[in-house]
């Protein structure tokens, strides 16, 4: 009587099947969320976005202003926009001010 390998397979290596899946699954989230990104990229990214507002909220300001555009649902929504992004860079900043200064305070 012949045995399926495939079912062989099954029963043989259920721990490296395992271990690949795993690994796999890890390397798929790492390519979801840019796992070779370092961290300074993922901040100069942010900054660009936050800058990319501000500099979005600034030209229609000015377009409103000169008459250009009376359209004032959409200069609120970009002015909220812009303040969202920096009170949120701001907590961020906040944040890791506070763990450098954990880290001095930290005895060896």
């Not at 495939?6 to 099947?17: H, S």
């Not at 390519?31 to 501000?54: A, H, P």
Request: zero cysteines; glycine letters at 10%.
């Amino acid at each position: 009587m012949a045995i399926n390998p495939v079912a062989l397979k099954a029963y043989t290596n259920p721990l490296t099947n395992g271990t690949q899946e795993t690994a796999g699954q890890a390397s798929g989230m790492a390519q979801k969320t840019g796992g070779t990104r370092s961290f300074s990229d993922t901040i100069k990214e942010s900054l660009g976005k936050v800058n990319d507002l501000q500099g979005t909220k600034d030209a229609m300001i000015k377009s409103f202003a000169s008459g250009e555009r009376q359209n004032v649902h959409e200069l609120m929504i970009s002015l909220q926009k812009a303040g969202m992004a920096m009170r949120m860079t701001s907590a961020v900043r906040n944040k890791v001010l506070e763990g450098y200064k954990e880290l001095v305070k930290m005895q060896f």
